[in-house]
């Protein structure tokens, strides 16, 4: 097999930077990014053949595309020691987790041995590749987004039938693998294995993935995948959705936090009104009373209280993120004067929600208290990804005022710990 191009590796394409949300798109078999949303998100599963099109062009042309990310890549990627990987073997079923301890090349087995699987979460992060084909469903929040993960299989591999509590696109890119799906609501688990894997699997659909094609499915779709051949790889992008119990506990322990910034809260409980009481064992009234009037004047019913302590949650970068400072981090002023020629970009692991005004990044609000210029960059971080470069007006004013550049010096922090970074993948 060749590559497309001559001998470059197939790159996919860089998403448009404006997403055009009521055009037909290949990718959602010309459904409009609108009426996907409408007809079949989070409701019903979705098959598109010719997803990525260039695939089934280049092999009408004689030159079948190759993956972006060869087996070797991937299989070094398992190796490394920085991503998520585990390997599920189906004959009997095993699971290996390499979460703690690196998988050595030898643990892993070889392409032409067939009914294993690798999984590698996050490879976003690590591969400009990855990265780019998330992007390309930048039509959904982010809020909602979890992560790509990529199988690489021998034939007959498969992690058995079962069922996501997560929305995700599964995305062929190498060799071809057979779904099968169904609607059953028995959703019994096999004992003793040590995946989840349903008893009693009854496919009521079944299709071929070539690659270049995609299957989208809702959460709780009992499915099914298996390899047919060697080095099948498939991209799944997966789409997260917290329960509403952790939503409200994450926001109220934030919004408690919270109080923190609120001095008058320091004042200590009085009660000069308290009279002779024959219950001393009862809550007094006057505490409920004056309690009452503490709770009423945080005005908990203002949601948007509460929405900035869930947006902080949302974007919390996954536990297994881990950032790097720069090697050589740039002084403010070189930063200032860099951000003049590259453009600055988010970390792939970094993740940025938008409430009103405010911007917040891994967990922090970046914008409190900001200049309007400093809000405007990180706005523009959030909703672009990226800080296109500084006019010579703009850098002059930060250069001259660092101190009231506040937000820009929270700019520089996030790039000091390695949340933002200048041109990632080149
Ligand atoms: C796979 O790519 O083999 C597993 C994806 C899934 O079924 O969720
Ligand atoms: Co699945």
Not at 153 to 168: C, E, F, N, Q, R
Not at 386 to 406: A, D, F, M, N, R
């Amino acid at each position: 097999m060749s590559s497309f191009y001559l001998s470059n590796a197939y790159q996919p394409p860089r998403a448009p930077e404006i997403l055009l949300l009521k055009q037909a798109w290949a990718l959602l078999g010309n459904l409009s990014p609108q009426a996907f949303m409408r007809d079949y998100w989070h409701k019903q599963p979705f098959l598109v053949r010719g997803a990525i099109p260039a695939f089934a062009q280049a092999k009408a042309l004689g030159h079948p595309l190759e993956s972006p990310l060869s087996a070797k890549t991937l299989l070094s990627m398992a190796c490394s020691g920085n991503c998520e990987a585990r390997l599920v073997q189906s004959k009997p079923w095993r699971l290996t987790d390499f979460g703690s301890s690196p998988m050595r090349r030898k643990d892993l087995p070889t392409l032409d041995l067939p009914n294993w699987t690798l999984l590698i979460q996050g490879v976003e992060a690590h591969q400009a590749a990855a990265a780019k084909i998330l992007s390309w469903f930048r039509f959904i929040p982010d809020a909602r987004l979890d992560d790509l993960m990529v199988s690489l299989a021998g034939k007959g591999g498969g992690v058995g039938p079962h069922s996501d509590s997560y929305d995700v696109f599964l995305i062929q890119m190498a060799g071809r693998r057979k779904w099968s799906i169904s609607s059953q609501s028995d959703l019994k688990l096999r004992a003793g294995l040590p995946l989840k894997i349903l008893q009693n699997f009854k496919a009521q659909q079944e299709w071929v993935l070539e690659p270049g094609d995609l299957l989208y499915l809702p959460p709780h779709t009992p499915h099914n995948g298996v390899a047919l051949d060697a080095g099948c790889q498939t991209w799944s992008v997966g789409f997260r959705a917290p329960s509403y119990r952790e939503l409200l506990q994450e926001g109220l322990w934030r919004l408690a936090e919270s109080l923190e910034d609120i001095p008058a809260l320091k004042a200590f409980y009085a009660d000069p009104q308290q009279y002779a009481t024959a219950h001393p064992e009862v809550l007094p009234q006057e505490l409920i009373k004056q309690l009452t009037k503490q709770l009423k004047s945080l005005d908990l019913n203002d949601i948007n209280q509460f929405l900035l302590g869930i947006s902080a949650y949302l974007s919390e970068p996954k536990p297994s993120a881990f950032f790097m400072q720069p090697p050589q981090a740039l002084s403010y002023p070189q930063f200032i004067r860099r951000l003049c020629t590259t453009p600055l970009r988010p970390h792939p692991l970094s993740r940025l929600i938008c409430h009103q005004d405010q911007v917040f990044c891994n967990g922090e609000n970046m914008t409190q208290a900001a200049t309007p210029l400093t809000q405007g960059l990180w706005q523009s971080l959030a909703a672009k990804q990226i800080i296109t470069p500084l006019t010579k007006e703009v850098k002059k004013y930060l250069l001259q005022q660092p101190s009231l550049g506040h937000l820009s010096n929270s700019i520089y922090s996030a790039y000091a710990a390695g949340w933002l970074i200048f041109e990632p993948f080149g």
